[in-house]
């Protein structure tokens, strides 16, 4: 007669759920972060659900947050900084101690995020909050697809490689490995898309500035003049910057990983209990967790990153300045340079122009689209 034996030592066992397998062990899905039973056959890895569940995600924050997209973006050109300055100048503010000059500063940049918001949709209209809405969906749901597609899938192939089958084990280096990895194969694929965006973004404030008319008709046009005046490299102006963000999202999904295996042994501290009664209320609570560390992730990341936003930004808007004799040449010319120039010109304060708004549209939006992440993967019942 033979008996299955039960390890007691591994920390999976502190997820147990409910029911238990013949050999009486549990794992998390490496995914959704669900307790799930171990089976005999282990479930079929599902690598498409990941690309399918990061591009309804990308599509479905990037609509919600799109005027808060157009406003970042027009808070990091030099047009709006310069109206900015003019608008700070003619209100002076009086010198305060620290702790109280640094809560109404932030007061204030709110003040004007929100004035200027205001003040498109009164001269603009409502769709104005939506322009490049078209060209931003097309580069973000590629982008989110195939982040999330090369994370989820990296992430699980480095993890079968070096023998970490249990989720709740896997060390951050993986994760780290796996996000790294991402980010650069998203950043070389649609650097191009985000680059015709922010210049088509930008055109009309280059119009409005006395540098004539509109200088693009669409996004196709857009294209051929960038490729016919700056050849096909001109397209990946940016790309180094593009690299640099990689660290961002990089942290974001260490940090996210982090807080939501957190958020699983607590639940499995719970499971672990005999008297125990699981509650839809328990449902929610492990939901809004998760949605709540996709945020706060998203929020230490991008405020630890930020510059690297707005040097992009000015390197894909590729202003020019007047050299005498009628000529004219590109004020940014690479990365280091850019950096040098903004902190030169505007100081520390430039590099995060722009933040406030940034910060309002990527936070709800990682919320936004890490929880259609992990919503469609349970569809999918997917578990590696």
């Given at each position: 007669?033979?008996?299955?034996?039960?390890?007691?030592?591994?920390?999976?066992?502190?997820?147990?759920?409910?029911?238990?397998?013949?050999?009486?062990?549990?794992?998390?899905?490496?995914?959704?972060?669900?307790v799930?039973?171990?089976?005999?056959?282990?479930?079929?890895?599902k690598?498409?659900?990941h690309f399918?569940?990061?591009?309804?995600?990308g599509?479905?924050?990037?609509?919600?947050?799109?005027?808060?997209?157009?406003?970042?973006?027009?808070?990091q050109?030099?047009?709006?900084?310069?109206?900015?300055?003019s608008?700070?100048?003619?209100?002076?503010?009086?010198?305060?101690?620290?702790?109280?000059?640094?809560?109404?500063?932030?007061?204030?940049h709110?003040?004007?995020?929100?004035?200027?918001?205001?003040?498109?949709?009164?001269h603009?209209?409502?769709?104005?909050?939506?322009?490049?809405?078209g060209?931003?969906?097309?580069?973000?749901?590629?982008?989110?697809?195939?982040?999330?597609?090369?994370?989820?899938?990296?992430?699980?192939?480095?993890?079968?490689?070096?023998?970490?089958?249990?989720?709740?084990?896997?060390?951050?280096?993986?994760?780290?490995?796996?996000?790294?990895?991402?980010g650069m194969?998203?950043?070389?694929a649609?650097?191009p898309?985000?680059?015709?965006?922010?210049?088509?973004?930008?055109d009309?404030?280059n119009?409005e500035?006395?540098?004539?008319?509109?200088?693009?008709?669409?996004?196709?046009?857009?294209?051929?003049?960038?490729?016919?005046?700056?050849?096909?490299r001109g397209?990946?102006?940016?790309l180094s910057?593009?690299?640099?963000g990689?660290?961002?999202?990089?942290?974001?999904?260490?940090?996210?990983?982090?807080?939501?295996?957190?958020?699983a042994?607590?639940e499995?501290?719970?499971l672990?209990d005999p008297?125990?009664?699981?509650t839809?209320?328990?449902?929610?609570?492990?939901?809004?967790?998760?949605?709540?560390?996709?945020?706060?992730?998203?929020?230490?990341?991008?405020v630890?990153?930020y510059?690297?936003e707005?040097?992009?930004?000015?390197?894909?808007?590729a202003?020019?300045?007047?050299?005498?004799?009628?000529k004219?040449?590109v004020?940014?010319t690479?990365?280091?340079?850019?950096?040098?120039?903004?902190?030169?010109?505007?100081?520390?304060?430039?590099?995060?122009?722009?933040?406030?708004?940034?910060?309002?549209?990527v936070?709800?939006?990682?919320?936004?689209m890490?929880?259609m992440?992990?919503?469609?993967?349970?569809?999918?019942?997917?578990?590696?």
């Amino acid at each position: 007669m033979t008996f299955s034996t039960v390890s007691h030592s591994s920390s999976a066992q502190a997820q147990l759920p409910q029911k238990l397998t013949s050999e009486g062990t549990v794992i998390e899905s490496r995914e959704t972060g669900e307790v799930m039973p171990k089976r005999d056959e282990p479930p079929k890895a599902k690598p498409l659900a990941h690309f399918v569940a990061g591009g309804v995600g990308g599509m479905t924050a990037a609509t919600l947050t799109s005027p808060l997209d157009v406003l970042k973006t027009r808070l990091q050109s030099d047009f709006y900084q310069s109206q900015l300055q003019s608008l700070r100048s003619s209100h002076t503010v009086r010198p305060a101690p620290a702790i109280i000059a640094l809560p109404r500063s932030a007061l204030l940049h709110f003040n004007e995020t929100f004035q200027i918001l205001h003040s498109i949709y009164k001269h603009e209209g409502p769709r104005a909050l939506f322009k490049g809405l078209g060209p931003n969906l097309i580069g973000v749901v590629p982008a989110r697809a195939i982040n999330f597609y090369v994370y989820g899938n990296g992430k699980r192939i480095l993890s079968n490689y070096l023998g970490y089958h249990d989720s709740m084990r896997t060390p951050w280096g993986i994760h780290l490995g796996a996000a790294a990895i991402a980010g650069m194969a998203t950043g070389t694929a649609t650097n191009p898309i985000w680059l015709i965006k922010t210049r088509l973004q930008l055109d009309k404030n280059n119009a409005e500035s006395g540098k004539g008319g509109r200088q693009y008709k669409n996004s196709w046009d857009c294209v051929k003049q960038t490729v016919r005046h700056e050849g096909v490299r001109g397209l990946y102006k940016g790309l180094s910057a593009s690299y640099l963000g990689v660290v961002e999202s990089a942290s974001q999904w260490v940090l996210y990983e982090q807080m939501k295996m957190f958020l699983a042994r607590r639940e499995a501290a719970k499971l672990a209990d005999p008297a125990y009664v699981h509650t839809t209320w328990d449902n929610l609570e492990l939901w809004g967790g998760r949605i709540a560390a996709a945020g706060a992730a998203k929020l230490i990341a991008a405020v630890a990153t930020y510059p690297h936003e707005v040097v992009r930004t000015r390197l894909r808007q590729a202003p020019v300045v007047p050299v005498g004799g009628g000529k004219v040449h590109v004020k940014y010319t690479g990365l280091i340079q850019c950096f040098k120039v903004v902190a030169k010109e505007e100081g520390m304060a430039g590099l995060y122009g722009g933040l406030t708004p940034h910060l309002l549209r990527v936070v709800p939006s990682a919320a936004i689209m890490f929880g259609m992440y992990e919503v469609i993967l349970r569809l999918f019942g997917t578990t590696s």
